[in-house]
């Protein structure tokens, strides 16, 4: 059964711009600390909940910077570094065979630019909170699961992945985030945010694993990214993204409250667009055609729309809106596929979803049925 989804408001916007940054964030230590790790909990079926607890801290290693243009990897504008704590969970259960989890949640202010092979590039501002399952209680070395890969024996990398009937929830303090839409890889998932008395804002998030692709060591994805035509393996990974409200696709006068919440078991995914002309919100979705056994990979998209989020793009009442909208899968060459939709409100948000379509990559479009 799913959670009640909450988009909440959006945190006051700091008095000043905050300075170009980067920063990971480790266990919370005290009751006013921001930009930190609150808990990592087990939720049960029946509202049991097992809190998780640090078992090893992790060191801040400092960013090095680097002139742009030169062979360095660093940063060119802003600052930052790498923090991540090693969490044991009671009863996880993960790949590894262990409790432990490895956090990596990274915030980046606007501004934060880095120098690669001579070239430098914008580092997308937002919060990305990413648990990882680790291998001991001080997992700091932790890398891909070495396994046995065709056609040969020889091995090689894996994403290691969470069981997909279990439950995590996160909670984080962060002192700065704006976030234009979320997007994540759990279903039944639950977001909420709050202010903070004393500034900053608390974000509770919590779901439940989608199936998604994998490669081995990437060897089979081309240089534009798309993966070939079969995975290799399914993975159940733990994410949700939240993305700048720098984003130029989606209408920021309709982000004054609220923000929407996209989740997908696509390999890849684009921003959310917004067609002024048609009046429809389209999301670009991309993953292999098949999976592993050689059968249709089937797709999964969930949005949930925040009710003045709909009133704003459409115009209309969103309890009414609900049924006047429709979900519809479009392959590239702009024929429409079959699968199973739903539009629906509850809890003052408009949610869309559609299941069972089928990629290599397709568009997902929300829009007024034809003569409403």
Not at 21 to 48: M, N
Not at 56 to 81: H, L, M, N, Q, Y
Not at 109 to 130: A, D, F, H, M, R
Not at 304 to 309: S, T
Request: hydrophobic fraction near 35%; proline fraction near 9%.
């Amino acid at each position: 059964m799913a959670q009640a989804v909450t988009a909440a408001p959006l945190p006051v916007s700091p008095a000043s711009k905050p300075a170009p940054k980067f920063q990971e964030f480790p266990a919370c230590t005290s009751a006013d600390q921001l930009d930190c790790v609150e808990s990592i909990d087990l939720l049960g079926r029946g509202g049991s909940i097992v809190k998780g607890s640090v078992s090893a801290k992790g060191d801040r290693v400092p960013i090095e910077r680097a002139e742009a243009g030169s062979s360095k990897w660093g940063f060119v504008t802003g600052t930052g570094f790498y923090q991540t704590d090693t969490w044991q969970v009671r009863g996880l259960r993960q790949e590894y065979g262990t409790e432990f989890i490895r956090p990596l949640i990274q915030l980046v202010t606007p501004g934060v630019t880095y120098n690669s092979q001579g070239q430098v590039y914008k580092w997308p501002s937002g919060l990305k909170i990413e648990l990882i399952p680790g291998t001991a209680a001080d997992s700091q070395n932790d890398g891909d699961m070495k396994v046995p890969c065709p056609p040969s024996t020889r091995l090689c990398d894996k994403i290691p992945s969470f069981d997909p009937d279990q439950r995590l929830r996160v909670v984080v303090r962060t002192s700065w985030l704006k976030p234009a839409y979320a997007r994540t890889t759990l279903r039944d998932f639950s977001v909420r945010i709050s202010t903070l008395p004393g500034g900053g804002s608390r974000i509770i998030a919590s779901g439940l694993p989608l199936p998604t692709p994998g490669f081995y060591d990437f060897r089979d994805v081309d240089a534009s990214g798309i993966p070939r035509e079969e995975f290799d393996y399914v993975q159940h990974s733990w994410l949700v993204d939240f993305i700048d409200a720098g984003d130029p696709d989606f209408p920021k006068d309709c982000l004054r409250e609220s923000f929407p919440i996209v989740s997908s078991n696509a390999w890849t995914s684009g921003e959310p667009y917004w067609d002024p002309a048609t009046r429809q919100l389209r999301f670009f979705v991309s993953a292999p055609h098949h999976n592993p056994s050689g059968n249709l990979f089937r797709g999964y998209y969930d949005a949930v729309l925040p009710g003045d989020v709909a009133r704003c793009l459409w115009r209309m009442n969103p309890k009414s809106l609900a049924n006047r909208l429709e979900i519809s899968v479009v392959e590239e060459g702009g024929q429409p596929q079959v699968a199973t939709t739903s539009v629906g409100y509850t809890a003052g948000n408009v949610r869309v979803n559609a299941r069972n379509f089928h990629f290599s990559s397709p568009t997902i479009v929300v829009r007024q049925k034809p003569g409403r």
